[in-house]
C-alpha cells in the first residue's frame, strides 16, 4: 500500500484537497483530528496537560479549552514544546495505528506538520498544497475570524514557504480556485 502524505501551511487547502478525496473513496488519516482524540475527556494526556499547565485549561464539560491553550503556546515556544511532549508521542501512535488499518491501494496523511514532525518518516512521498503567505492568511481570516497575529505566530512555528517546497515530492498550487484545486489533484 502506498502510504501518501499531504501536508501545507495553516490555510493551504489541506482539509479542502482531502474531504475531495475522502469522497472518492480515499482513506484519510488525518493529524489533527488525532491530536483531538488524544486528549479528549478521560485521557491520560488530558490529565498531564491539567497537571501541568493548570486545571482551567479544562472546562466544567471536562473538555480541553483549546483556544486558550493555542493562545498560550503560540506565544511561549517553552510552553509549546511542553505541550508537544505529551501530545506528539501519543498523536504519533494514533497516527501509526490508523494507517496500519487503513486498506486500499493507498492511504493518505494529513498533516500541517508533516515535515516537522518527522511524521513524514511514516510516508512513501509528500504532496505539498501551496498557496503564497498572503493568501493562507486571509482564507484563515474568513474562516476562523482568527486575529492575525494569532495566525502570523501559528505560521512562525510551521516552516516557511520555501523549505517546505524543497521537501515536497509532488506539489499542486491552491492559489485558484477549489475546481481548479479538484483539477490539480484528478
Ligand atoms: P488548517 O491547517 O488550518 O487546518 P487547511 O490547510 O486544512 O487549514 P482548509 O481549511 O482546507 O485549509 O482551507 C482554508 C480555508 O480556505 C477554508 O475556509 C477553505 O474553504 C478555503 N479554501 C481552500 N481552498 C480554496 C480555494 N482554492 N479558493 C478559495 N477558498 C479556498
Redesign the pocket.
Known amino acids: 500500500m502506498l502510504k501518501v502524505g499531504i501536508t ?12 475531495w478525496l475522502e469522497n472518492h473513496g480515499v482513506v484519510i488519516v488525518d493529524a ?1 483530528a488525532a491530536s483531538r482524540t488524544v486528549v479528549e475527556p478521560g485521557k491520560p494526556a488530558l490529565k498531564e496537560i491539567a497537571h501541568q499547565f493548570g486545571s482551567h485549561f479544562v472546562g466544567a464539560d471536562g473538555q480541553l479549552d483549546r483556544a486558550a491553550m493555542r493562545e498560550l503556546v503560540f506565544s511561549n515556544q517553552e510552553k509549546r514544546l511542553a505541550l508537544e511532549a505529551i501530545t506528539h508521542p501519543r498523536i504519533r501512535k494514533e497516527l501509526l495505528s490508523q494507517l496500519d488499518r487503513a486498506l486500499g491501494p493507498y492511504v493518505v496523511l ?1 498533516s ?1 506538520i508533516l515535515f516537522e514532525s518527522g511524521q513524514s518518516q511514516m510516508v512513501d512521498l509528500s504532496v505539498v ?1 501551496d ?1 503564497p503567505e498572503a493568501l493562507q492568511i486571509k ?2 481570516i ?3 475570524k482568527n486575529r492575525v497575529e494569532l495566525i502570523r505566530k501559528i505560521m512562525a512555528t510551521q516552516l516557511d514557504r520555501q523549505s517546505r517546497l524543497i521537501k515536497a515530492d509532488i506539489v499542486i498550487d ?5 475546481s ?2 479538484h483539477q490539480l489533484a484528478a
Open positions: 501545507g501551511g495553516i490555510g493551504s487547502g489541506k482539509t479542502t484537497l482531502t474531504k489533527d494529513s500541517p498544497v498557496v482564507r484563515v474568513s474562516r476562523d491552491n492559489s485558484k480556485s477549489v481548479k484545486l
